[in-house]
């Protein structure tokens, strides 16, 4: 939180205010990149200055009085006792599912990756022989996900995980920084009861086909941001570009297309107007503002200039809409286009008897609007 004090003057003399700037909380982990974090923050609290002082016109910056820092426990997310699958899940037999009675699904789910085995896969047993062979020193029971990057380094295994959410599709929690030849993909349950609980993801893309497409054609999958690939050369490029952002799940909207429906916004129009009186800066040449002076700059009876510069524009413009052109002629080939046409150009809509054919046109021209070009030279009649 960033407090600041901050002048303006007034029929009554300088006022002065204090101001605070805020951003929210940040997760911090062991692989979060602090100085990016840090450049982040900096550019949202400059972001909310600067916007302040467009808003509150006249506002002066005097003194940054302090910079606080709030900081608070992060409660991570554990695994722990066995949690059974979604039925949806259970169908795709993509996911290896340990039945442990213990804290250890982590290293259960690990060792199901690494040692797989044809029969019998959720049965402790099958990986009791295997239970010493990987390095878990210091790696909390039940296991939060920021131990995983701990042992990621003390074995060399590259390790992602990836949630479910209310629709059991899958989003991705923790993804590993660089992938090795030793890979695994764990999937993070949750139940009702706060539970929660790993397990191996022996097939991602079986795991994620149906909610990335239709096609039961898909062959490569990108592990950071889950899109689909036809080939594992176009993965391979999309992954010199993907490896360069923040892991993220790709959802496209629901709706199968999507409607544009403001279309008098797409439409010029003959006249726009803009003011400010308020944007020139007054140079000083201390380093230090003063509290007795405004560093903004009006123009002699600015004010009063700028309304009789408008009146003088609004009588103009007034005077071209009051004494309005007869439109020219249409061309044989444009009567043409308009005897054929059948809907309109600007929505697609087709002609009613409530929203009927006209001729697009400018009778402040005499012209057709640039239509010569077009296919189609007719829109629909509308209410101003």
């Known amino acids: 939180m960033l407090i600041c004090n901050y002048s303006k003057a007034s029929n009554s003399g300088i006022i002065t205010d204090e101001k605070n700037f805020k951003t929210k909380d940040n997760v911090i982990l062991t692989q979060t990149n602090i100085g990016e974090l840090y450049n982040s923050i900096v550019d949202k609290l400059l972001a909310e200055t600067a916007d302040f002082q467009e808003k509150e016109s006249g506002w002066t910056l005097d003194s940054i009085m302090y910079l606080e820092i709030r900081i608070n426990k992060f409660n991570p997310l554990r695994a722990s006792l066995f949690i059974d699958l979604p039925e949806i899940i259970k169908k795709k037999h993509a996911v290896i599912n340990v039945h442990n009675h213990d804290n250890f699904c982590f290293k259960w789910a690990v060792l199901s990756a690494l040692f797989p085995v044809k029969d019998n896969a959720h049965r402790i047993q099958q990986y009791e022989t295997f239970f010493n062979t990987l390095d878990f020193t210091g790696i909390n029971f039940p296991t939060p996900l920021k131990d995983i990057v701990k042992f990621e380094k003390m074995n060399e295994i590259s390790i992602n995980v990836y949630g479910l959410n209310e629709e ?217």
């Open 168 to 384: 059991n599709k899958v989003f991705p929690l923790l993804i590993t920084k660089a992938e090795k030849n030793k890979h695994v993909d764990l999937l993070y349950l949750k139940n009702s009861i706060n539970n929660s609980h790993y397990c191996w993801i022996k097939n991602l893309s079986r795991l994620a086909s149906s909610q990335l497409s239709k096609s039961h054609r898909i062959t490569s999958i990108c592990r950071r941001c889950l899109q689909h690939f036809s080939s594992e050369n176009v993965l391979l490029k999309h992954r010199e570009n993907c490896n360069s952002h923040d892991s993220v799940r790709i959802e496209m909207p629901k709706e199968k297309w999507l409607y544009f429906k403001n279309f008098q916004h797409t439409l010029k129009i003959p006249f726009v107007a803009y003011a400010d009186f308020e944007c020139f800066t007054k140079p000083i040449s201390s380093c230090e503002p003063s509290s007795e002076n405004s560093f903004t700059v009006k123009g002699m009876n600015a004010a009063k200039v700028f309304m009789e510069v408008a009146i003088k524009k609004a009588k103009e413009i007034e005077y071209l809409y009051s004494n309005k052109k007869s439109m020219i002629p249409l061309t044989k080939e444009q009567q043409d286009v308009y005897d054929s046409s059948s809907h309109c150009y600007i929505c697609s809509g087709s002609f009613t008897k409530e929203d009927w054919k006209v001729r697009d046109h400018c009778h402040l021209t005499e012209s057709i609007n640039d239509e010569d070009e077009r296919n189609s030279l007719f829109g629909k009649n509308r209410k101003p």
